[in-house]
Structure formats: C-alpha cells, structure tokens
C-alpha cells in the first residue's frame, strides 16, 4: 500500500462502526465538478509537456460515468475523447491501464475526503479547513 491509500483508508473510516473502510460515492454534481478539474489540470499539463492527457482522461471520466449510469456525463467525456482523436487501441495500451488506476485511486481519495469534511462538520458543528496557518 503507498501513503495515498492509507490516506484514503483513515478518510473512509465510517465512525462508530467496526474497523472497516467503507467506499463512498459522490454525487452527480459532485462528481462532475471534480471531473471537470481533473480535467482542466491534464490540459495544463498537456500543454507544458505535449501529452495526451486530456484525451485519455476524458475517455476515463467516459467510462466512470458510463460505469455510474450517467449517459449525459458519458457522452460529454466520450464526445471530448473523440474530439481530441482517441483511437480504441490506446485503451488497451499500458499507459491508459496505468492511468486507470491512478485516476480510480484519485477518485476515491476525493471522495472519502468530501466525505470526511461532510461528517466533520457535521459532528464538530464548525467547517473544517485544511491548509498551512500564515
């Protein structure tokens, strides 16, 4: 296990229950909030080092929200991956497979999080920020 998935594993704690994680999904707004972000930094990135990123992450989102059973955000992704030339055989390749894990532990990183932040300031009664005090 590498420190994002303990990370995420303390997130998904479920308090008050047995030790267990528990995977949390986000909602359709929030999902796709998250996904346009994810998406505009693969673009920024794109852009400095001449990848493929936004292609290959827009056909990612595609099938996530294929695999939530959102067609609207489906065809948006699909449309994008199609319009910056996805070809089939790029999602057999290795570099797609290795950004399909990354980006499935990112997405349940950001949602244990949102979720986290929901229950904490639900409990303490006060938001919750994050970040380095100046």
Known sequence: ???????????????????TSAVYHLTKKEWSDWADRLYAGSVLKARKNGQKGPMLVSAWLSIRAAHMGWDGLFRKWGNRAEEAGLKPELLDSDSFESLYAALSKEERFHAASVNFKREYEEVMGYPLRLGVAK
């Open 1 to 19: 296990m590498d420190a994002i998935d303990d990370f995420t594993a303390i997130l998904s704690y479920k308090r008050g229950e047995p030790a």
